[in-house]
């Protein structure tokens, strides 16, 4: 079992060890996340989340994202977690099947902001190890996902707990008792419910967090949990052992995907060949007789015509590709409650028929492929089929395209001269001496 070995590398790994390409991949998934948690309050999960702060905690010191609120650990970790995801345009991980960064940053910057000696460079390597440790945990839970599908709030709470207690130079004992009891008190993040149901619960994402948080506070006083993590082994189609062997030493970060649209990674292959589409043949829309999107099975279940929340939306591949159809863009006010009745989009989602098929089945997870076919009145068929999108890691989106991301994301909260210092204090990340200076910013 890979124990011994996880928590080597997350009380071994330190700064200096870190390669220059997986320093920058931890500050594009700061600056991603922080988009990200901005772009969360055009959602109404974010005026309920903040409501959260007078049960888990409304006195405190922590930062939550773009308010003037100063709260607890739990409270913190509980709505910057919320907020970072409920718009879907996080980052995201192809194998593991679900989002790390939403997880593991906000309980690791909580942490740090508590401890009045983290530094830049400790921050950086408590997100590497997180992603390091959550990631590969993803891979295992989810290596059977056809079966039995975790959300990220229930692989990634294990990134969550390595990257705290990494920022807590936790004793060894302490640290194994905060991934263990991190493997029975983690939601079982049943994500397939909330989708079906288009609700605000979604993948788990704001209480795994915080779970994880309180599994490592009650480590650090003593509390035990099991002796290893994993446990469930005849649930996964992975060897465990296998999964772990490059750990420290190939880095999953490196394979971060980032999202240009507000919306399920399944739904973005669909979205760029309709964005193609109608760049390479803008065809009238009122002629259009059917539109036919082919894809792998698990897409097939997003399949809302008419959604009736924003994560229903979000969780919509007729409703945001007839989106990029008719305004050649998907942003996250076009998933915002007042678009949900948008006759324009709802007379091309109608319009819309999804099918399973087999020769783009098998490229899932390693891939997310979708053929769009637009039949025409007049019989012609205009097709596009895309398997890789701008932001997938072997297409990834530069420093550049995520900067501008924060700013549209963030243009709406805070001005361009601190949105300019925040892009800069991130750059330079290894030189802040204590988190502080950071996250007073982004209050």
Same mark, same amino acid.
């Given at each position: 079992?890979?124990?011994?070995?996880?928590?080597?590398?997350?009380? *071994?790994?330190?700064?200096?060890?870190?390669?220059?390409?997986?320093?920058?991949?931890?500050?594009?998934?700061?600056?991603?996340?922080?988009?990200?948690?901005?772009?969360?309050?055009?959602?109404?999960?974010?005026?309920?989340?903040?409501?959260? !702060?007078?049960?888990?905690?409304?006195?405190?010191?922590? #930062?939550?994202?773009?308010?003037?609120?100063?709260?607890?650990?739990? !409270? &913190? #970790?509980?709505? @910057?977690?919320?907020?970072?995801?409920?718009?879907?345009?996080?980052?995201?991980?192809?194998?593991?099947?679900?989002?790390?960064?939403?997880?593991?940053?906000?309980?690791?910057?909580?942490?740090?902001?508590?401890? %009045?000696?983290?530094?830049?460079?400790?921050?950086? #390597?408590?997100?590497?190890?997180?992603?390091?440790?959550?990631?590969?945990?993803?891979?295992?839970?989810? +290596?059977?996902?056809?079966?039995?599908?975790?959300?990220?709030?229930?692989?990634?709470?294990?990134?969550?707990?390595?990257?705290?207690?990494?920022?807590?130079?936790?004793?060894?004992?302490?640290?194994?008792?905060?991934?263990?009891?991190?493997?029975?008190?983690?939601?079982?993040?049943?994500?397939?419910?909330?989708?079906?149901?288009?609700?605000?619960?979604?993948?788990?994402?704001?209480?795994?967090?915080?779970?994880?948080?309180?599994?490592?506070?009650?480590?650090?006083?003593?509390?035990?949990?099991? *002796?290893?993590?994993?446990?469930?082994?005849?649930?996964?189609?992975?060897?465990?052992?296998?999964?772990?062997?490059?750990?420290?030493? %190939?880095?999953?970060?490196?394979?971060?995907?980032?999202?240009?649209?507000?919306?399920?990674?399944?739904?973005?292959?669909?979205?760029?060949?309709?964005? *193609?589409?109608?760049?390479?043949?803008?065809?009238?829309?009122?002629?259009?007789?059917?539109?036919?999107?082919?894809?792998?099975?698990? &897409?097939?279940?997003?399949?809302?015509?008419?959604?009736?929340?924003?994560?229903?939306?979000?969780? +919509?591949?007729?409703?945001?590709? !007839?989106?990029?159809?008719?305004?050649?863009?998907?942003?996250?006010?076009?998933?915002?409650?007042?678009?949900?009745? *948008?006759?324009? =989009?709802?007379?091309?989602?109608?319009?819309?028929?999804?099918?399973?098929?087999?020769?783009?089945?098998?490229?899932?997870?390693?891939?997310?492929?979708?053929?769009?076919?637009?039949?025409?009145?007049?019989?012609?068929?205009?097709?596009?089929?895309?398997?890789?999108?701008?932001?997938?890691?072997?297409?990834?989106?530069?420093?550049?395209?995520?900067?501008?991301?924060?700013?549209?994301?963030?243009?709406?909260? =805070?001005?361009?001269?601190?949105?300019?210092?925040?892009?800069?204090?991130?750059? @330079?990340?290894?030189?802040?001496?204590?988190?502080?200076?950071?996250?007073?910013?982004?209050?």
């Amino acid at each position: 079992m890979p124990l011994p070995k996880v928590l080597s590398f997350i009380k *071994n790994e330190n700064y200096d060890h870190l390669s220059s390409e997986v320093v920058t991949m931890a500050k594009k998934s700061l600056l991603d996340f922080i988009a990200s948690t901005y772009t969360g309050y055009q959602c109404k999960t974010s005026s309920i989340a903040l409501k959260s !702060a007078n049960w888990i905690g409304e006195k405190g010191y922590c #930062t939550v994202i773009g308010s003037e609120k100063q709260v607890s650990p739990f !409270a &913190a #970790t509980f709505i @910057n977690a919320t907020l970072s995801s409920c718009m879907d345009i996080d980052d995201g991980h192809r194998d593991a099947v679900g989002h790390p960064g939403c997880m593991i940053i906000p309980p690791v910057l909580t942490s740090g902001e508590l401890d %009045k000696n983290c530094t830049g460079k400790e921050l950086i #390597t408590a997100i590497v190890v997180g992603y390091e440790v959550g990631i590969r945990c993803g891979i295992v839970m989810n +290596s059977n996902h056809k079966q039995l599908f975790y959300g990220s709030g229930g692989w990634a709470l294990f990134g969550s707990a390595s990257g705290v207690a990494k920022i807590k130079r936790l004793t060894e004992e302490s640290l194994k008792n905060s991934l263990t009891i991190a493997e029975v008190y983690g939601p079982t993040a049943q994500c397939g419910k909330s989708i079906a149901a288009g609700s605000m619960t979604k993948e788990s994402v704001g209480w795994g967090a915080t779970t994880a948080l309180m599994g490592v506070l009650l480590a650090e006083h003593g509390f035990t949990g099991p *002796n290893n993590i994993l446990m469930d082994k005849h649930l996964y189609n992975s060897d465990i052992e296998t999964v772990f062997e490059t750990l420290g030493e %190939k880095y999953e970060i490196k394979n971060i995907y980032f999202k240009q649209y507000p919306a399920c990674k399944w739904a973005h292959s669909p979205i760029t060949a309709a964005l *193609n589409i109608m760049k390479e043949f803008n065809p009238n829309l009122e002629e259009i007789d059917e539109i036919i999107i082919e894809t792998f099975s698990k &897409a097939v279940t997003l399949n809302h015509i008419k959604p009736q929340t924003t994560e229903a939306a979000q969780y +919509s591949i007729p409703f945001t590709v !007839a989106t990029a159809l008719c305004y050649g863009a998907v942003e996250p006010f076009h998933v915002s409650e007042e678009h949900l009745k *948008n006759h324009k =989009i709802y007379s091309i989602a109608k319009k819309i028929r999804m099918i399973q098929v087999d020769d783009l089945e098998k490229d899932f997870p390693r891939k997310r492929p979708a053929r769009l076919k637009i039949k025409m009145k007049d019989k012609e068929v205009f097709t596009n089929e895309v398997k890789l999108v701008k932001g997938d890691s072997e297409n990834p989106l530069l420093w550049e395209d995520l900067v501008d991301k924060f700013h549209r994301c963030s243009k709406d909260f =805070i001005d361009s001269e601190r949105r300019e210092e925040i892009i800069e204090r991130i750059k @330079n990340l290894e030189n802040i001496t204590n988190l502080k200076e950071f996250t007073s910013l982004l209050r």
